[in-house]
């Protein structure tokens, strides 16, 4: 290889190396030619050289004129003088005109760059969003809930996007987020190296996110995969997950290890809706729960109820609302038994809007004896439900509602298709059946004979777009009404909805509750990834062998019409072996958002429940 070649091929891979090197050339073809002018005006133009100050003045003179073209308007001399200034000046455009190209191309680049949302995040006690979908808005803005008395926090999102059309949807979707800085990387959380840059060492929390796709739960396991076997330089954060097939739900456990908390997504929405056929109102209690604007629980020690009983906790605070105990050695026990004894090492789990809120009563409220209701529990009875639609979760549906409902009840199957291996299921409490419907047919829903059923839930065809199934159910529901309407309101609707926004635009039918487990399921992920031992609260909530949450009718606590307050509400409850959080007021059951749901109440101001209205109770059974 020639010394040519081998000079061109130095030359070259200094050019690959970019913006700096270019400016580099640059500067050094103009100090040669500033040398070269400076140099042939002193051996050529001497007079000249003596009038301008020398062979310095004559290297600012040409230095001068390279970088400002008008300065040579005023130049006087020979002509030669003369001819080396324009020389000078025409090259000096020729080297600044290429400089500023330079620059500006290397500045679009660094933008573009930054624009891809590579560059190194470095931050400290941040929380990580890991995916993309429409549940990111919903963490989000619940993150930005959270931190509100926080001098500073940061939220960052990472997911195989367009950085800039990341922030452009938050923004849009979010558009205060307060104190908290919403920070987007674009890429693959599958990908060690792009997980590296948001920096998961000084995180102080990690979501992953299911993916919109057929093989969410692969994606999720996978992350798990990778963040559990990730060499970690200081204290892991704790990560929190959600799975959509409960089959998935062991292998993302063992994939996540000791330090993750896997969610059921499918199993509590099959929950949710087998629950609120019976007790409509259930969503927003657990919505309300979950979400950082309501109320929520904390885990506080009091040493003024040490030495006491759980029973006696219960009417203990002017604000906040006990719910269980979290013990010295770490069980949680959400409404233990009454006579639970209270020691030091023990916390109360206690319902309130804020933890800075909640504070012990110097004096009880007191309780109206005379409201207290003292007859039998109103007992279930066997009732009449129709399914209208049928998806995946339909037989687990009816799995569970066999083990909730009375002997003798009913539930007919209303859908296109007819679930065959589902009805050949023995049942011990159900009687199920089926009928040919097209749920969208105000015909077909007609000849169904609704005003033979106490309930009616209608299901979310999981085969379609998650859009386009809300707008069947949409439908489904207008003709549902319509009808209830002409039959004088003899039964309650309870839908399932995929989209928290679709179900705002459905509340004009005047459902008795939406099921919108996506949106419950991104509040429960929220929660947890900033308090992680809520999980044992919520799990409890959730098993069907621990306390659950109840809307019992309120003539079970209280005589109606009878004026009393809440404090003894929780006395009634109490003396049931129950824990009472709220109540619920028919009256304003379908005014939005709260659907009449009160958790949390004032203990002394007056309260008079009516038959229709309920009270919401931790309880076992």
């Known amino acids: 290889m020639t010394w040519r070649a081998r000079l061109r091929y130095w030359f070259d891979g200094t050019m690959d190396r970019g913006t700096p090197a270019l400016i580099g050339w640059l500067g050094l073809a103009s100090v040669a030619l500033i040398a070269l002018v400076t140099v042939l005006v002193v051996v050529f133009t001497q007079e000249d050289t003596e009038a301008s100050g020398g062979w310095l003045g004559v290297f600012w003179m040409s230095l001068l004129r390279t970088l400002d073209p008008g300065t040579m308007g005023g130049d006087e001399g020979s002509p030669v003088f003369l001819g080396l200034m324009l020389a000078v000046t025409v090259g000096g455009i020729f080297i600044v005109s290429s400089l500023i190209g330079v620059i500006t191309t290397g500045l679009e680049n660094r933008i573009g760059e930054l624009r891809k949302g590579r560059s190194q995040l470095i931050e400290r006690g941040h929380t990580i969003v890991l995916g993309w979908s429409d549940q990111v808005f919903t963490v989000v803005q619940e993150l930005v809930q959270a931190n509100q008395s926080e001098r500073r926090s940061c939220v960052v999102v990472l997911a195989d996007r367009d950085k800039v059309g990341m922030e452009d949807q938050i923004r849009a979707r979010i558009p205060e987020p307060g104190r908290t800085r919403v920070i987007c990387r674009s890429g693959n959380p599958l990908k060690h190296a792009d997980l590296e840059v948001v920096s998961p060492d000084t995180a102080k929390s990690i979501i992953v996110l299911p993916p919109a796709s057929d093989e969410a739960d692969i994606a999720v396991i996978k992350t798990l995969l990778l963040l559990n076997n990730r060499s970690w330089r200081a204290e892991r954060p704790h990560v929190v997950a959600a799975v959509q097939d409960s089959e998935n739900l062991a292998a993302a456990q063992l994939a996540g290890g000791e330090m993750a908390l896997v969610i059921d997504a499918d199993d509590i929405a099959v929950r949710l809706v087998a629950q609120s056929h019976r007790q409509t109102g259930l969503f927003t209690v657990c919505r309300d729960l979950m979400d950082f604007a309501g109320n929520e629980f904390y885990m506080r020690r009091e040493p003024r109820l040490v030495g006491t009983i759980y029973g006696d906790a219960l009417g203990a605070y002017e604000r906040g609302v006990p719910a269980g105990l979290r013990t010295g050695d770490g069980r949680t026990l959400v409404n233990p038994p009454m006579d639970t004894p209270i020691t030091a090492a023990d916390q109360l789990i206690v319902l309130a809007e804020d933890d800075l809120l909640i504070s012990l009563a110097d004096q009880r409220a007191p309780i109206m004896e005379s409201a207290i209701a003292s007859g039998a529990e109103q007992l279930p009875l066997p009732d009449r439900t129709l399914l209208i639609g049928w998806n995946n979760r339909g037989s687990k549906i009816l799995d569970l509602l066999d083990r909730l409902a009375e002997p003798g009840s009913v539930v007919d199957i209303a859908s296109s298709q007819r679930p065959e291996e589902t ?169 939005p958002p709260s659907y009449g749901v009160v958790l949390n109440p004032s203990k002394r101001d007056p309260l008079m429940l009516g038959d229709k209205d309920s009270v919401i109770v931790l309880a076992q059974d």
């Open 423 to 591: 009805l050949a299921v023995p049942r011990v409490n159900l009687t199920v059946d089926y009928k040919v419907c097209e749920p969208t047919s105000r015909r077909s829903l007609e000849a169904l004979n609704l005003g033979g059923y106490r309930h009616l839930v209608v299901l979310s065809n999981d085969g379609a777009d998650p859009d386009h199934a809300d707008d069947r159910t949409l439908v489904t529901l207008l003709h549902l009404r319509d009808i209830e309407v002409r039959l004088g309101d003899p039964y309650s609707i309870v839908t399932e909805m995929n989209d928290d926004h679709n179900r705002e635009v459905a509340q004009v039918t005047m459902a008795d509750d939406f099921i919108v487990s996506r949106k419950l399921i991104s509040l429960l992920l929220t929660q947890l990834s900033e308090n992680p031992h809520l999980h044992a609260v919520f799990a409890e909530l959730f098993d069907p062998a621990g306390a659950e949450i109840y809307l019992k009718p309120a003539a079970n606590y209280l005589l109606p019409g009878m004026e009393a307050n809440f404090a003894t509400v929780i006395e009634a409850a109490r003396r049931r072996g129950e824990s009472a959080v709220g109540y619920r007021l028919a009256l304003h059951g379908d005014e």
